[in-house]
């Protein structure tokens, strides 16, 4: 009886990979990372300006109160057009949250682990060079700067976390 209270992953054993710090990238000249960050950066400029919702409870909200996202270092240069959440947005979004949290919660600790585990590798691969591109024209970082503050230390914080 005691254990039809609990699900079979509680009764199992969870350990983490070994985890080191995600080691950074120089993108030397003519080096394929410099390559591949030069391309992201081309893509986003080209793609620009975007429009972006704000994402509530799974879905896109379009507000209509639109603001401006400009390069700090080309302020001509419009990145993004996103839309602001207004007060009832914001209730709507902290009621959802408030609602899910007790479903994630519950969800064994090495599932919730995976998830994040997930999304640090998938910064450190495939999206690591959109990440530092977007890190770059929207906060006016250079290479390395996005490299310690949007790559490294965002996987980091995921990964040990």
Do not use: C
Not at 29 to 49: C, M, W, Y
Not at 126 to 151: C, H, P, S, V
Request: glycine share 4%; charged share 25%; proline share 7%.
């Amino acid at each position: 009886r005691f254990l039809s209270k609990w699900s079979p992953a509680t009764l199992g054993t969870f350990r983490l990979p070994d985890i080191d710090n995600e080691p950074m990238k120089s993108y030397p000249p003519a080096s394929e990372d410099r390559v591949k960050l030069q391309t992201a950066l081309k893509e986003l400029r080209n793609d620009a300006p975007v429009e972006i919702p704000v994402f509530v409870n799974g879905k896109e909200v379009y507000t209509g109160k639109i603001a401006e996202q400009r390069n700090p270092s080309d302020h001509i240069s419009i990145l993004a057009k996103y839309h602001e959440a207004d007060p009832s947005v914001v209730k709507e979004a902290i009621e959802g949250a408030l609602a899910i949290k007790p479903i994630w919660e519950a969800y064994p600790i090495a599932d919730r682990s995976a998830i994040f585990l997930k999304a640090a590798d998938l910064a450190a691969g495939k999206y690591r060079y959109k990440l530092l591109a977007a890190t770059m024209l929207g906060q006016g970082k250079n290479a390395w700067q996005a490299e310690i503050d949007a790559a490294a230390e965002t996987i980091d914080f995921w990964r040990f976390n």
